[in-house]
């Protein structure tokens, strides 16, 4: 068991470590888009690539969602088909958001280093073809 300054410590050690070692400018919260970013989530049970829609208009949230729901097969079958829509996604925090995401398949933790190279190489693999398809689709996303 970690204190808590042990566990924020080997929080910021993992993502300076991946800065680092694989040092890339990601889209991220650059989408240019109202309610869209792409985010790594890493904590001590699992690891994701995702990308969140967290709208103030609820509205807007449904629109954005939809849109990307009818790239779904798309998304699917053409860069992952383990890719995960879940329209009622619960953060930490209890908040309800709309969220596609790609887990990371093997056994992770963020306070075990020996899963950390793994992790990265997921993200490495991930995030630049997730990106790609916004990239490739972001007209069709982009309807508000």
């Known amino acids: 068991m970690f204190s808590k300054e042990e566990a924020a410590a080997l929080r910021q050690e993992f993502w300076t470590s991946f800065g680092k070692s694989f040092p890339r400018k990601w889209l991220l919260y650059n989408t240019k888009i109202k309610g869209i970013s792409f985010k790594f989530v890493a904590d001590r049970k699992k690891a994701m690539v995702c990308l969140d829609i967290e709208h ?3 509205i807007s949230i449904e629109i954005l969602y939809d849109q990307l729901l009818s790239l779904k097969e798309i998304l699917t ?8 829509f879940d ?17 990371h398949s093997e056994k992770f933790s963020i306070y075990n280093k020996n899963t950390w190279r793994a992790c990265y190489e997921f993200y490495m693999k991930t995030m630049p073809k997730f990106e790609q398809f916004f990239y490739e689709y972001e007209d069709i996303i982009n309807c508000l």
Do not use: M, T
């Open 56 to 58: 103030s208009d609820q």
């Open 77 to 84: 079958n053409e860069y992952f088909p383990d890719v995960i």
């Open 87 to 103: 329209a009622s996604y619960e953060l930490e925090n209890g908040k309800i958001i709309h969220r596609i995401y790609i887990n």
